[in-house]
């Protein structure tokens, strides 16, 4: 199934394109959470450390992400990471086996990485958010030095 207006597969969190990754973080607690907007990278790792930071527990320090709550760390992050997985998982010990792709997202910059065959593809979100030009080829040299960054993240050719 496509989109009408676009070549690509309908919304799937199993795309590593930004229609099926951005979706919205919603946090309410009446009292301890005051409503507001912020457009920073947030990502799911980051609910556990808000949770925590919302009841004023310590979290573990080996613990990944930022509590919502710290503008400060929020609005601080530069870069944020993802992969996607095959809906049927092969092997839960290896994640690397269900792995079709792995993302990062730096500033407005985001780059897409396969995991077994295809390209790398690169788009500016802020002038494409429905990602619909992919800019590798024109700049080879953004795509060589983003590339390196989920590959410190996490290289399942490393494990």
Wanted: hydrophobic residues 40%.
């Amino acid at each position: 199934v496509q989109s009408p207006d676009s070549p690509r597969a309908l919304p799937s969190k199993l795309t590593p394109n930004d229609f099926g990754l951005r979706t919205p973080i919603l946090v309410r607690w009446t009292g301890k959470v005051q409503p507001r907007r912020c457009d920073d990278l947030a990502m799911s790792i980051d609910l556990v450390p808000t949770v925590l930071d919302a009841l004023g527990e310590s979290r573990p320090p080996a613990m990944r992400g930022v509590s919502l709550l710290d503008e400060a760390a929020v609005a601080g992050r530069r870069t944020i990471f993802g992969e996607c997985f095959t809906h049927d998982a092969a092997d839960l010990n290896d994640p690397a086996k269900n792995l079709t792709h792995r993302w990062a997202i730096d500033g407005f910059q985001k780059l897409i990485v396969p995991h077994r065959r295809g390209t790398p593809q690169l788009y500016d979100l802020a002038s494409d958010p429905h990602e619909r030009a992919d800019l590798a080829a024109q700049r080879p040299e953004a795509v060589r030095s983003l590339r390196v960054k989920p590959d410190a993240w996490w290289n399942p050719a490393s494990r």
